[in-house]
């Protein structure tokens, strides 16, 4: 049976990533070594690593003023890095809370630094960037650009005020195109869009380099792994080529606008689906809904749980929503094939039809 995966995190790989990578595997290109055997300090691993930068300053045409760092430690270690790394003398920072992950990422701030939250979302809606009480001696403001476990998503970028804007892409991250130049630091987690769970991407300015407060561990230090190309110790290898693979796949694949092309229509086609009668029903707001999480639900939460169970059968796989929210949840990372999305419309018909 044909399995298709909805997950959150970890996600789906394109196939050819995967034969791909069953092959590196195997023997990294000639080098008599499994790609999962290469030292860190080698020739082919600084190949990898190059090849990974250079795909993504492709996609994403990023200046040179801006240093890419291939970490460890996931989107949630960022939470406390942030402050550590970047409030230098000053004393606070801005923050937007939209949702369950921008809430996490307030929370692990507050513990270093006093973290403002300067807009608030309700669940439905998102906090319009124009509304912001951006304060100017902030040491940076940051917002997440879609709430994955909420299903809500930014559709526009904040224009740049004199604080640097820092953002929590780890479900959109490369999924559209991004104006970087309005971001001082842009962080993701690779498991979501971008490969294999281990692996960190940072894209930061220069400008905010070298303000780590005394005590930060060097792996974490942003300038010192910009200074020693993420190899401060050893990085996640395997994760790195996978994001090498991944990159150049969606370079193949047209870039980043036709990758942003190909999520609206998987997620409108979902969303035409819960839309079509009061069966299936979608908190967010029309305007802030999520191209990537498409969160949704039934008439009662009995039926969120037997949908789930049901989908599982036939090959729909990790459909449940957030413990938090509850409800149904489809993710419609990168790699995730119009093919799912159409069996998955095809199943909520017969659902309805068996259970409406
Ligand atoms: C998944 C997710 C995280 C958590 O990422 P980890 O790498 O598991 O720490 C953080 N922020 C957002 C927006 C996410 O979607």
Redesign the pocket.
């Given at each position: 049976m044909k399995v298709f995966s909805f997950s959150?995190?970890s996600s789906k790989l394109p196939s050819d990533v995967l034969e791909a990578l069953g092959a590196d595997i195997g023997e990294w290109s000639g080098a008599g070594l499994s790609a999962l055997e290469l030292p860190f300090t080698g020739k082919e691993f600084a190949g990898i690593a190059a090849f990974a930068e250079h795909d993504l300053r492709a996609l994403l045409d990023l200046p040179e003023s801006y240093h890419v760092l291939f970490l460890q430690?996931?989107?949630?270690?960022?939470?406390s890095l942030l402050p550590m790394n970047l409030l230098g003398d000053l004393d606070h920072c801005d923050y937007v809370q939209s949702g369950h992950?921008s809430r996490?990422?307030i929370a692990a701030a507050s513990l270093c630094c006093d973290a403002r939250i300067i807009a608030s979302g309700d669940g439905i809606t998102l906090p319009d960037p124009s509304s912001w009480d951006r304060s100017p001696n902030a040491a940076y403001c940051h917002y997440?650009?879609?709430?994955?476990?909420d299903g809500l998503q930014f559709h526009s970028y904040p224009e740049t005020v004199a604080t640097p804007l820092v953002a929590?892409?780890?479900?959109d991250f490369l999924t559209r195109p991004i104006p970087v130049e309005r971001f001082g630091l842009i962080y993701a987690?690779a498991?979501?869009n971008l490969g294999a769970?281990g692996l960190?991407i940072v894209i930061v300015h220069q400008d905010l380099l070298g303000r780590a407060r005394s005590g930060t561990p060097a792996p974490f230090d942003y300038a010192r792994q910009a200074q020693s190309k993420s190899r401060v110790n050893t990085p996640p290898t395997f994760a790195v080529l996978v994001a090498r693979r991944m990159l150049a796949w969606l370079r193949e694949q047209g870039g980043l606008a036709a990758a942003a092309a190909r999520n609206r229509k998987k997620s409108g086609k979902l969303y035409a689906a819960i839309d079509r009668d009061d069966f299936y029903s979608c908190r967010a707001s029309p305007r802030h809904r999520s191209s990537i999480?498409v969160c949704f639900h039934l008439p009662d939460p009995s039926l969120d749980l037997l949908f789930a169970e049901e989908a599982h059968v036939k090959g729909l796989c990790h459909l449940r929503g957030h413990p938090e929210v509850g409800g149904v949840r489809a993710s419609l990372y990168n790699a995730v094939t119009e093919d799912a999305v159409d069996a998955l419309v095809s199943f909520m018909s017969d659902f309805k039809r068996r259970r409406g």
């Amino acid at each position: 049976m044909k399995v298709f995966s909805f997950s959150s995190a970890s996600s789906k790989l394109p196939s050819d990533v995967l034969e791909a990578l069953g092959a590196d595997i195997g023997e990294w290109s000639g080098a008599g070594l499994s790609a999962l055997e290469l030292p860190f300090t080698g020739k082919e691993f600084a190949g990898i690593a190059a090849f990974a930068e250079h795909d993504l300053r492709a996609l994403l045409d990023l200046p040179e003023s801006y240093h890419v760092l291939f970490l460890q430690g996931g989107a949630s270690a960022q939470f406390s890095l942030l402050p550590m790394n970047l409030l230098g003398d000053l004393d606070h920072c801005d923050y937007v809370q939209s949702g369950h992950w921008s809430r996490r990422a307030i929370a692990a701030a507050s513990l270093c630094c006093d973290a403002r939250i300067i807009a608030s979302g309700d669940g439905i809606t998102l906090p319009d960037p124009s509304s912001w009480d951006r304060s100017p001696n902030a040491a940076y403001c940051h917002y997440t650009t879609n709430e994955t476990a909420d299903g809500l998503q930014f559709h526009s970028y904040p224009e740049t005020v004199a604080t640097p804007l820092v953002a929590d892409m780890t479900a959109d991250f490369l999924t559209r195109p991004i104006p970087v130049e309005r971001f001082g630091l842009i962080y993701a987690g690779a498991q979501k869009n971008l490969g294999a769970a281990g692996l960190t991407i940072v894209i930061v300015h220069q400008d905010l380099l070298g303000r780590a407060r005394s005590g930060t561990p060097a792996p974490f230090d942003y300038a010192r792994q910009a200074q020693s190309k993420s190899r401060v110790n050893t990085p996640p290898t395997f994760a790195v080529l996978v994001a090498r693979r991944m990159l150049a796949w969606l370079r193949e694949q047209g870039g980043l606008a036709a990758a942003a092309a190909r999520n609206r229509k998987k997620s409108g086609k979902l969303y035409a689906a819960i839309d079509r009668d009061d069966f299936y029903s979608c908190r967010a707001s029309p305007r802030h809904r999520s191209s990537i999480n498409v969160c949704f639900h039934l008439p009662d939460p009995s039926l969120d749980l037997l949908f789930a169970e049901e989908a599982h059968v036939k090959g729909l796989c990790h459909l449940r929503g957030h413990p938090e929210v509850g409800g149904v949840r489809a993710s419609l990372y990168n790699a995730v094939t119009e093919d799912a999305v159409d069996a998955l419309v095809s199943f909520m018909s017969d659902f309805k039809r068996r259970r409406g």
